[in-house]
């Protein structure tokens, strides 16, 4: 990287990026990120008039050829399928962000409620487990081997969360009035999966090393998206910045990451979190 002009570190032109779960909250922000530095967005998802839309919408503000595709990420025919299309369209892969997974909602049932651990479904467990992290395991199978035998490397982000640093603190959602039972909690699965993903990131951070492909792991806090003004004020509480993240307040770390501006950081685990697991 000594040659590399200081203006350029965090450009990343021409460099095919994918990125899984592309049209969520965040998923967006990553993509246009990426698009903003010169990259080429692979935005994957489910929805393809929706991925299509959003594709069109980076093309024109950013002039590069971003491409939406419909993949499965729990499914690894689909996975090798497209990983073979991208190679043999643009010739090399050189980032992976593994960003999708489901997020399991604090709410209310019937007669109880099914986010406590004692009622917690084994078809959800299994769903959230095949999103979060076996898709990741699946992508980076695929497309982190493409980012290996790409002679320049690359780099693989995964998105986990503050909470696979620390455990929820389920004080946040309790509700006045209502028994044990049907107070809602958050679920066992996101808690799994975020820190599961760590482990993922040492692993191939020393797996592929040899080949110049390093792999990170980012810890977001929570994203302030009209959340009930109660739930804020105590959760500001335990965040020493006193708030919790806008959208875009990660992209700077993400384009970090992918970029030579981190040549040397691997295997790290960050947390962009307001200082919340500082305390």
Same mark, same amino acid.
């Not at 570190?9 to 994918?18: G, K, P, S, W």
């Not at 491409?67 to 892969?93: P, Q, W």
């Not at 040492?202 to 090393?209: E, H």
């Given at each position: 990287?000594?040659?590399?002009?200081?203006?350029?570190?965090?450009?990343?032109?021409?460099?095919?990026?994918?990125?899984?779960?592309?049209?969520?909250?965040?998923?967006?922000?990553?993509?246009?990120?990426?698009?903003?530095?010169?990259?080429?967005?692979?935005?994957?998802?489910?929805?393809?008039?929706?991925?299509?839309?959003?594709?069109?919408?980076?093309?024109?503000?950013?002039?590069?050829?971003?491409?939406?595709?419909?993949?499965?990420?729990?499914?690894?025919?689909?996975?090798?399928?497209?990983?073979?299309?991208?190679?043999?369209?643009?010739?090399?892969?050189?980032?992976?962000?593994?960003?999708?997974?489901?997020?399991?909602?604090?709410?209310?049932? $019937? =007669? !109880? &409620?099914?986010?406590?651990?004692?009622?917690? +479904?084994?078809? *959800?467990? @299994?769903?959230?487990?095949?999103?979060? %992290?076996?898709?990741?395991?699946?992508?980076?199978?695929?497309?982190?081997?493409?980012?290996?035998?790409?002679?320049?490397?690359?780099?693989?982000?995964?998105?986990?969360?503050?909470?696979?640093?620390?455990?929820?603190?389920?004080?946040?959602?309790?509700?006045?009035?209502?028994?044990?039972?049907?107070?809602?909690?958050?679920?066992?699965?996101?808690?799994?999966?975020?820190?599961?993903?760590?482990?993922?990131?040492?692993?191939?951070?020393?797996?592929? $090393? =040899? !080949? &110049?492909?390093?792999?990170?792991?980012?810890? +977001?806090?929570? *994203?302030? @998206?009209?959340?009930?003004?109660?739930? %804020?004020?105590?959760?500001?509480?335990?965040?020493?910045?006193?708030?919790?993240?806008?959208?875009?307040?990660?992209?700077?770390?993400?384009?970090?990451?992918?970029?030579?501006?981190?040549?040397?950081?691997?295997?790290?685990?960050?947390?962009?979190?307001?200082?919340?697991?500082?305390?």
């Amino acid at each position: 990287m000594s040659d590399k002009k200081l203006d350029q570190l965090f450009r990343i032109d021409n460099q095919v990026v994918v990125i899984t779960g592309a049209t969520g909250l965040l998923g967006r922000k990553h993509a246009e990120v990426v698009a903003a530095y010169g990259g080429i967005p692979i935005l994957l998802d489910l929805n393809q008039a929706v991925i299509d839309d959003f594709a069109k919408e980076l093309e024109d503000k950013y002039n590069v050829p971003a491409t939406g595709m419909v993949v499965d990420i729990t499914n690894e025919a689909s996975i090798a399928e497209n990983c073979a299309f991208l190679l043999k369209k643009f010739g090399t892969i050189s980032g992976l962000i593994n960003n999708a997974a489901n997020n399991p909602k604090v709410e209310d049932a $019937a =007669d !109880k &409620n099914f986010s406590r651990l004692e009622n917690f +479904p084994i078809d *959800i467990w @299994n769903q959230d487990i095949a999103v979060g %992290l076996t898709g990741a395991f699946l992508c980076a199978k695929h497309y982190g081997n493409a980012i290996a035998n790409n002679p320049a490397g690359g780099s693989i982000v995964n998105i986990s969360s503050d909470l696979g640093l620390i455990a929820p603190d389920q004080r946040l959602y309790l509700k006045d009035g209502l028994p044990e039972e049907k107070q809602a909690v958050k679920p066992v699965t996101y808690s799994v999966v975020k820190t599961a993903l760590l482990g993922l990131t040492r692993y191939l951070a020393t797996y592929w $090393a =040899d !080949k &110049n492909v390093r792999c990170n792991a980012l810890c +977001p806090g929570g *994203i302030e @998206n009209g959340q009930d003004s109660a739930f %804020l004020a105590e959760l500001h509480s335990r965040i020493p910045m006193g708030r919790m993240a806008s959208a875009d307040e990660y992209q700077g770390v993400v384009i970090f990451m992918l970029s030579q501006a981190s040549a040397y950081l691997n295997g790290a685990v960050i947390p962009v979190d307001g200082g919340r697991t500082t305390w």
